[in-house]
């Protein structure tokens, strides 16, 4: 089955710490995106990538980085100068860039301790 | 930037009966689409309509565009309790395609 996979569902951390979020999709892709969701928010981008290692700033990218080494893959880190980071991640891919729908996957919820 | 705002912030009906949303944008688009998410799960898409595109209808969804006034509402029809699920437009720029979604409005279907 095609599709994106996004794990750990479930993450916790302390303050201070790094943590990185997997996503990855077996759709043949080239667009990939990350957003952020908080209760009663829409979904803010975070970062988003058009092609294998090339990636741009979304609305909202200080505190996060992510690499787009392989077409599949495209993990996100929340760095610790992330100050709000408890929110639910969303991974996303496309055709392209300018296809239209988005193909998202279930998110992690990262709550930081 | 959030470009879509959704109009209710909620709703609840009865099963059986229509919902009605509605999505309001800013600046000029290329599309806007209208996805449906589940409590704590991803996102799904539910239909795209182009801005030279009036009306669409998918199933039970009926979505309508307004370019003139920067508006599109998603009609749900004959509502089932599986259509209970928060629902967000998304809208791109015309010179970008990154898209931006709304609040979304949540619907509640009661048996």
């Known amino acids: 089955d095609g599709g994106i996979t996004q794990s750990p569902k479930y993450l916790f951390r302390k303050e201070g710490q790094n943590v990185t979020l997997s996503c990855e999709q077996n759709?043949?892709?080239?667009?990939m995106y990350w957003y952020r969701q908080d209760p009663g928010q829409g979904l803010r981008l975070i970062y988003y990538s058009q092609i294998v290692n090339d990636f741009q700033k979304g609305d909202i990218a200080e505190g996060y980085s992510v690499s787009r080494e392989k077409k599949e893959s495209f993990p996100l880190t929340v760095t610790s100068a992330q100050k709000n980071p408890t929110a639910f991640y969303l991974c996303a891919s496309a055709t392209t860039l300018n296809t239209g729908e988005l193909f998202f996957g279930e998110g992690s919820r990262l709550t930081v301790l | 930037s959030q470009q879509g705002e959704e109009d209710p912030q909620a709703l609840s009906i009865q099963e059986g009966e229509n919902a009605t949303m509605n999505c309001s944008y800013k600046?000029?688009?290329?599309?806007l689409q209208w996805y449906r998410q589940n409590s704590g799960r991803g996102l799904v898409h539910l239909i795209l309509?182009?801005?030279?595109?009036r009306e669409k209808h998918s199933g039970r969804l009926r979505v309508t565009l307004d370019t003139s006034k920067k508006s599109s509402s998603l009609l749900i029809t004959a509502s089932r309790a599986a259509d209970t699920a928060s629902y967000f437009c998304a809208t791109d720029g015309a010179n970008d395609y990154k898209l931006s979604f709304g609040a979304g409005t949540t619907v509640t279907v009661r048996a």
């Open positions: 600046t000029s688009i290329n599309n």
């Open positions: 309509i182009r801005s030279n595109e």
């Open positions: 759709l043949n892709h080239d667009a």
